[in-house]
C-alpha cells in the first residue's frame, strides 16, 4: 500500500465547500471571458495575416520561377550535345 505525502492528501469537502468552489470558479470564468475573446479576435487576426503573407510569397515564387524559364541539368545539356553530334556525323543516302 502506498502512502501520499500530507500536503497531497485528499480531504473530505463538504457540499458546503464544494458549491463555494464552483462559484469561484464561474466568477473566475466569467470573468475571463472577455480577454479570451479578445485574444482570440488577435490570434485569428494574426493568423489571417500569416495567411497573406505566405499566398503573397508563394506567388513571387512561381512568377519568380515562371520568369526563370526551365532548369537545365548539365547532364541533360550535355545528352543534348551529344544528340545534335551524332545527328550531325550521321549522313542519310541519297538516291541518285
Known amino acids: 500500500m502506498t502512502t501520499k505525502?500530507?500536503?497531497l492528501?485528499?480531504?473530505?469537502l463538504t457540499p458546503e465547500q464544494i458549491l463555494a468552489l464552483k462559484e469561484n470558479m464561474?466568477?473566475?470564468y466569467t470573468e475571463q471571458i472577455p480577454m479570451l475573446e479578445l485574444q482570440l479576435k488577435a490570434e485569428s487576426l494574426a493568423a489571417d495575416l500569416e495567411e497573406a503573407r505566405l499566398k503573397r510569397l508563394?506567388?513571387?515564387?512561381?512568377?519568380?520561377?515562371?520568369?526563370?524559364g526551365p532548369k537545365q541539368d548539365p547532364e541533360a545539356e550535355e545528352a543534348q550535345q551529344e544528340i545534335s553530334e551524332f545527328k550531325k556525323e550521321?549522313?542519310?543516302?541519297t538516291q541518285a
Open 26 to 28: 464561474t466568477a473566475y
Open 90 to 93: 550521321r549522313k542519310l543516302k
Open 9 to 12: 492528501q485528499e480531504e473530505e
Open 58 to 68: 508563394v506567388a513571387s515564387m512561381r512568377i519568380a520561377q515562371v520568369m526563370a
Open 5 to 7: 505525502p500530507q500536503n
